[in-house]
């Protein structure tokens, strides 16, 4: 009987494992280039922002345009569905840190120059 329950499981696991890499396998390889719509709550304050994103395999680059910051360009990766991109400005740098989500938005923080921490969702417009 044991034998019978050992020669089960191994085929099981095999499924298991299969199965489970084709559900968090489109988050780690899609691809986020395009415009996204970017909401932002600072300390009970709301802002928003679009971003011009051009994925390169792990690499990004775009365009940040935002009401506070207005216009600002920015480099930084996307690794497992772990988005990260700096703004560089006078006042210091903000850096974005988010992660892609089962709904294809992107969630996460933003540290604004050390001055305070923000929560994002950004969503994808085209």
Sequence with gaps: M???FKNLAFPLIKVL???SSLVSAPLA???ISGEWNFSLN???QSGSAVA???QNDEEIE???VGQRFGTVDFVGTIVDGELDFQLNLDLGPIIYEGRLQ???SIKGTADLAGMALANFVATKSD
Excluded: H, N
Aim: net charge negative; proline share 0%.
């Design 62 to 64: 775009g365009t940040y």
């Design 42 to 44: 600072v300390q009970g």
């Design 2 to 4: 044991i034998s019978m």
């Design 17 to 19: 494992i299969v199965l």
């Design 52 to 54: 011009t994103i051009r």
């Design 102 to 104: 089962d709904d294809g």
């Design 29 to 31: 390889m899609g691809d």
